[in-house]
């Protein structure tokens, strides 16, 4: 009964997209139970439902330590952050030093950023010392810049050389979401500079697209 399911789960999937917040209110058991179900497309239409809804954060929190897909556990972090859901920082920041994804921990750290601000520094300085992913490392090198930790973009640059396309691609969209205003001019010149030289199709895309945001 391959098809059947499949079509079940196509349809679930359609209707928790699609189910508006105040439905999701009053099922919101049953939207909660969804975030252990085996498909992670429905899991993270869950998370997305719940987000809209701005329901289920304890639920959520409780998800970081027990979801393994790391599109899934993205996904929670971001809504936690967007929530401004300060009690997620204790399992974020276990997500951070523990997950093997470093699509994962990646997310975890920057929602603690988000959260914590300048009180996350610390944590963060310890996480740069103990990273070994280059990917997860230039996010820190960011993060740590955009708090002022580190006073010169030397390492940021030096992350935009990267021979790795996706931390060259990384930093420019972090970049162009956190930014401090006064700091554009300065990250603009530095973006430009790297365009110049990038080769690939995808980290050209995200250069020129933070320097259009930045620009602004």
């Known amino acids: 009964m391959p098809a059947i399911e499949e079509s079940r789960g196509a349809a679930l999937l359609k209707a928790v997209s699609e189910l508006k917040p105040a439905r999701t209110h009053g099922n919101l058991r049953s939207i909660v139970s969804l975030l252990t179900h085996r498909s992670v ?5 869950a ?3 719940l987000a809209r809804a701005n329901a289920g954060h ?3 929190r409780a998800a970081l330590s027990t979801e393994k897909n790391d599109l899934v556990l993205s996904a929670i972090c971001e809504v936690l952050e967007e929530a401004g859901d300060r009690k997620s920082v204790k399992p974020l920041k276990a997500l951070a030093e523990n997950h093997r994804s470093t699509v994962a ?3 975890a750290l920057e929602g603690i950023y988000s959260l914590e601000g300048a009180r996350a520094m610390p944590f963060l300085r310890r996480r740069l010392t103990a ?3 280059p990917r997860v490392r230039a996010t820190l090198e960011v993060l740590l810049w955009c708090l002022g930790a580190v006073p010169s973009l030397e390492r940021v640059k030096a992350a935009l050389r990267s021979r790795d396309y996706i931390v060259r691609c990384s930093i420019a969209n972090l970049l162009e979401r956190l930014t401090p205003r006064q700091k554009r001019q300065e990250v603009i010149a530095v973006l430009e500079a790297s365009l110049e030289a990038e080769p690939t199709v995808a980290a050209r895309s995200s250069l020129e697209s933070a320097i259009r945001s ?3």
């Open 105 to 107: 921990r990646t997310s």
């Open 58 to 60: 304890s639920e959520l």
């Open 41 to 45: 497309l429905v899991r993270i239409a």
């Open 47 to 49: 998370v997305e439902c």
């Open 131 to 133: 990273e070994k992913s």
């Open 214 to 216: 930045l620009g602004r």
